[in-house]
């Protein structure tokens, strides 16, 4: 009996000291892992969310870029870290499909880590370097079949959001076009720019500018209605129906991070969501997702699933 009421005690004490974590949670710098180069749409978001996040709960969330092998040394940086809540990872729905690609990780997407929220959704953009003779999806369509194994498509790193749409739209199409891996969207982008890619699919986010600025084209977008962003732009579906595409970008910790400080993270990141935040990334063609827990592990169970039947299908590996 008494070594029940030992063992009662103990389990009290330890939930009242997670309790009390939570509550004084974060005393001291938080590090915000983005595995990607600065500079794209992933980039931008995790630095807005991390602003916030510093100014809603007093301490300095700190965005440390770790670019390298498609993502996976960011987040084995976040895997192997203490489930304290002190080091997270930002990163966008190449996080869970990427290893789907690789011969192996030194990690496991629902092994290793702990989802703690969906922070937005992004339809993706079709661009095209700006001397190409196209104007909308069809012509595209047009020239790249007229032009078999001569256009080059660009993708931020293999196994993306943006690299899965282009595998789509080339079966969709029917098309033949060579598609070049980057090392993130930044370096993409300039070469569409400058004219060494044709193409690149990518959020709306990071394109926009550029295709307002006439330094490259917008033909199309993967939503299934047009974006508010984008209003003149046409979908992919209104040529190709059906076709819907989008990105998403999520917050994590290492696996056996507390419950309560998960739950804290992932009501500051609802707060945020509604903050003036909402208003300058809705703008550019994102869409805010607060949610629960819950609701993200659903969404991220969901999402591989239909993942890998796209990887499996097209074959898509990391050489």
Same mark, same amino acid.
């Given at each position: 009996m008494r070594q029940l009421l030992r063992y009662g005690l103990a389990l009290c004490l330890g939930l009242a000291a997670l309790g009390a974590a939570a509550q004084t949670y974060p005393n001291r710098p938080v590090k915000v892992i983005i595995p990607f180069p600065p500079g794209g749409t992933l980039d931008q978001l995790g630095r807005a969310l991390a602003q916030k996040l510093?100014?809603?709960?007093g301490q300095p969330f700190v965005v440390e870029n770790r670019p390298g092998g498609n993502g996976t040394i960011g987040a084995d940086v976040v895997a192997r870290a203490p489930a304290d809540g002190y080091t997270l990872l930002f990163n966008a729905s190449t996080f869970v499909t990427a290893p789907m690609t690789m011969k192996s990780v030194p990690y496991g997407v629902v092994k290793d880590f702990q989802p703690v929220s969906l922070v937005a959704k992004a339809p993706l953009s079709v661009a095209i370097n700006k001397n190409l003779?196209?104007?909308?999806?069809?012509s595209l369509l047009?020239?790249?079949?007229?032009n078999p194994g001569k256009m080059t498509f660009a993708v931020g790193s293999i196994g993306s959001a943006g690299h899965l749409?282009?595998?789509m739209l080339k079966r969709a199409g029917n098309l033949d076009y060579v598609v070049v891996p980057y090392k993130g969207t930044a370096p993409a982008f300039q070469d569409l720019i400058g004219g060494q890619i044709a193409g690149f699919i990518d959020p709306i986010l990071g394109s926009l500018q550029f295709h307002k600025n006439g330094m490259l084209r917008v033909v199309a977008v993967t939503s299934n209605t047009r974006a508010p962003s984008l209003p003149e732009v046409a979908t992919v579906a209104e040529t190709l129906p059906g076709f819907e595409f989008f990105s998403w970008? $999520? =917050?994590?910790?290492?696996?056996?991070?507390p419950a309560d400080i998960?739950?804290?993270l992932n009501a500051e990141v609802n707060k945020a969501l509604a903050?003036?935040?909402?208003?300058?990334?809705?703008?550019? $063609? =994102?869409?805010?997702t607060p949610g629960s827990v819950d609701d993200f592990i659903k969404?991220?169970?969901e999402d591989m699933a239909r993942a890998q039947k796209i990887i499996t299908e097209g074959n898509i590996r990391v050489e």
């Open positions: 510093s100014e809603q709960m003779p196209v104007n909308d999806l069809k047009a020239f790249a079949q007229a749409a282009t595998e970008y $999520g =917050l994590w910790g290492p696996s056996r991070l998960t739950q804290r903050s003036d935040m909402k208003d300058r990334f809705v703008s550019q $063609g =994102l869409v805010m969404f991220q169970r």
